[in-house]
């Protein structure tokens, strides 16, 4: 990696997805010396949001206090993940569901593989969806701890359930919010939690739209874009999770195409076979967050050796041309 990225797309992964980002850019920030808080632009969707509410806050990304495989993560400012943790875990329990906490950070992606007719066939399902009474209140609280703002660099994806169109909160003619709201808002898995209210409208997970609304990103001729991925490497051990897979890579690259039409280079980063043999496919199991960030933290650095050791290889030498 030759330069900082002049955006940041953080996509969609629950708690797990959040701690593999963490960790990438840690990872690529101790490689290159970066300042990862200094990019041009942020689009935050899901669990992507809490991460670019951190960065945007002035906080630097989470370190692993060692790179070994078996560790915890230092103790730092205020995690928002936990917040969703905690609420996605008493929600599964309370429903008696164990593939409520299995599935729920998928849940919007697969709403979205089921409605592929558009904004309209989208609200129509939202609407019909029972109504749970569970909020992201904690998730909200430990946000507004870390004081972000909207300083015209970050844009937070949701959905607005009634018309299931995507709103884009901190982009120019958005409807006015706190980051805070925003990313419980683009957090709200639509079965899982309680719709958030701001102003008059009701907004969902940002990932019923998009796993990382890619395409939202302020981007033009050569911009520099990295797009972290957390859901493209599920594990496939059923059916459903290989459609998500395959849903969250497709959706991604056709987002990517908008952008290189328009000039922009992208990069797009998917956790590798460590992090995601580590991440497995529930993603909301908090208790495997400390090793997911030191995986993350390696695949980071190992980001930055293998950009180094392309950039240093000589060019082929030419060959003679034919004498005729």
Do not use: K
Not at 148 to 159: H, S, Y
Not at 284 to 298: F, Q
């Amino acid at each position: 990696m030759r330069s900082r990225p002049d955006v940041l797309v953080l996509g969609g992964g629950g708690v797990l997805g959040e701690a593999w980002m963490m960790g990438v850019l840690a990872g690529i920030e101790d490689g290159t010396g970066f300042d990862l808080r200094d990019c041009d632009y942020y689009v935050g969707t899901s669990a992507g949001s809490i991460v670019a509410a951190h960065l945007i806050a002035g906080h630097p990304p989470r370190r692993p206090s060692t790179i070994g495989p078996d560790l915890e993560e230092l103790p730092s400012v205020p995690r928002p993940a936990e917040g969703l943790a905690a609420a996605g875990l008493a929600a599964a329990r309370r429903a008696g569901e164990w593939a409520l906490a299995v599935g729920a950070t998928f849940a919007p992606m697969a709403l979205g593989l089921a409605a592929p007719g558009g904004a309209v066939a989208r609200a129509a399902m939202l609407r019909r969806l029972p109504r749970p009474t569970d909020t992201l209140a904690a998730l909200r609280r430990n946000v507004e701890r870390l004081e972000p703002r909207f300083d015209g660099r970050l844009r937070v994806a949701a959905v607005d359930r009634r018309n299931g169109r995507r709103v884009v909160f901190g982009s120019p003619g958005a409807p006015r919010a706190s980051v805070a709201e925003a990313v419980a808002a683009s957090c709200t898995v639509p079965w899982l939690f309680a719709p958030v209210t701001i102003g008059d409208r009701e907004y969902v997970d940002g990932g019923v739209w998009s796993p990382t609304n890619l395409d939202a990103a302020p981007a033009g001729r050569d911009t520099h874009v990295l797009c972290l991925n957390p859901t493209a490497s599920i594990p496939a051990s059923s059916g459903v999770l290989a459609a998500v897979r395959s849903v969250s890579r497709t959706a991604v690259s056709v987002e990517a195409l908008v952008l290189r039409r328009r000039g922009a280079a992208v990069r797009m980063l998917a956790p590798n076979a460590e992090c995601a043999a580590v991440m497995g496919t529930n993603f909301m199991d908090r208790e495997r967050s400390g090793r997911v960030l030191a995986a993350g933290y390696r695949q980071g650095l190992a980001l930055v050796t293998a950009s180094a050791a392309v950039a240093q290889r000589p060019p082929r030498p030419s060959l003679p041309l034919p004498r005729s």
